[in-house]
């Protein structure tokens, strides 16, 4: 596999570093398995919570490499004609309609019904050919001709059925279409595969044995203060402490949906606009909507609401 920049895939230590120029904190493990995945050729299947990187982590690779980055956002009744590909119908039907008039000369000189049928078979095979076919993400990835980064995003909200058809792909990087044949990505463009999943159901067997694992937990405190600092630089010291120490006692509470490192991000853009230099407890409660989704977690913290921040600020 030969990319654009494959040089700033060539250590763990360069990809972390690459990845931080690009404001995108990570750890050494997240870093590993997007060196091996260029160096095997294998696609990283990304489980964990939702908002904690990992669709981001797709987009950042194909920025760092400067190729695009194709993206399947899976859904429930996802199926070829949408992933793969289609046929352009409204093409086809006027083509049709074109060379309506040629069909005597077509059919000029067969004999029989037999020789009818096939003259008329040849006529249109020629109407499922590359040149009417839709190419859908999939097969855009193959096709892609400086290479690609390609995101299955959410694997887990797709049927079962549709990882079926991710097999080839995943293994030998081709895709078979009936009426065209195996279509191939050249073995030195092959398309760098991302998959994601945030655990709302278990993944097959089949389609893990073809990747590489990967799980990004929420971070601690010390790697969000970095990730907080390169997305929203201009938070202060003190308030960035203390936000994230906020954060990281929500998580340790039983919420419906605790907050993500996207939350936490928004969070700190709010205080900011809102220009605060630390947080008191009139503050959070004003902007609780911003980090928590429901509001019976809303309702839960804020019953704990002076306690939670007098220790965040004790522990900036």
């Not at 059925?161 to 097999?167: K, V, W």
């Amino acid at each position: 596999m030969t990319l654009k920049n494959e040089s700033k895939l060539a250590s763990v230590e360069v990809i972390q570093q690459n990845f931080e120029e690009l404001h995108y904190i990570c750890s050494l493990q997240i870093a590993t398995a997007v060196f091996l995945a260029y160096h095997l050729e294998k696609p990283i299947l990304i489980e964990g919570p939702p908002g904690v990187g990992k669709t981001e982590l797709a987009k950042t690779t194909a920025t760092m490499l400067d190729v695009n980055c194709i993206r399947l956002q899976c859904y429930e009744g996802l199926d070829e004609a949408k992933a793969i590909y289609e046929w352009k119908y409204g093409k086809q039907l006027l083509y049709t309609q074109v060379l309506k008039e040629t069909l005597n000369e077509i059919l000029a000189g067969a004999r029989g019904l037999q020789e009818s049928v096939t003259k008329l078979h040849d006529f249109g095979d020629i109407f499922f050919s590359e040149e009417f076919l839709e190419p859908r993400p999939l097969l855009k990835a193959l096709k892609e001709e400086a290479g690609c980064v390609l995101l299955i995003d959410e694997i887990d909200k797709s049927d079962h059925e549709f990882e079926s058809l991710l097999l080839e792909m995943l293994s030998d990087f081709q895709l078979s279409i009936p009426e065209i044949g195996t279509v191939k990505a050249r073995p030195d463009k092959k398309p760098l595969v991302f998959l994601t999943s945030n655990n709302t159901r278990e993944i097959s067997d089949a389609l893990k044995r073809r990747c590489l694992h990967l799980y990004i937990p929420f971070p601690d405190a010390d790697l969000e203060r970095q990730i907080v600092h390169a997305r929203v630089p201009e938070v202060a010291e003190k308030l960035r402490h203390q936000l994230v120490a906020f954060v990281q006692e929500l998580r340790d509470m039983d919420l419906k949906k605790v907050p993500a490192i996207s939350e936490t991000i928004d969070w700190a853009r709010t205080l900011i606009l809102l220009n605060t230099e630390a947080l008191d407890p009139d503050l959070v409660r004003q902007t609780l909507n911003v980090i928590l989704k429901f509001q019976e977690d809303v309702e839960t913290v804020e019953a704990e609401l002076q306690g939670i921040t007098n220790k965040a600020i004790r522990e900036s």
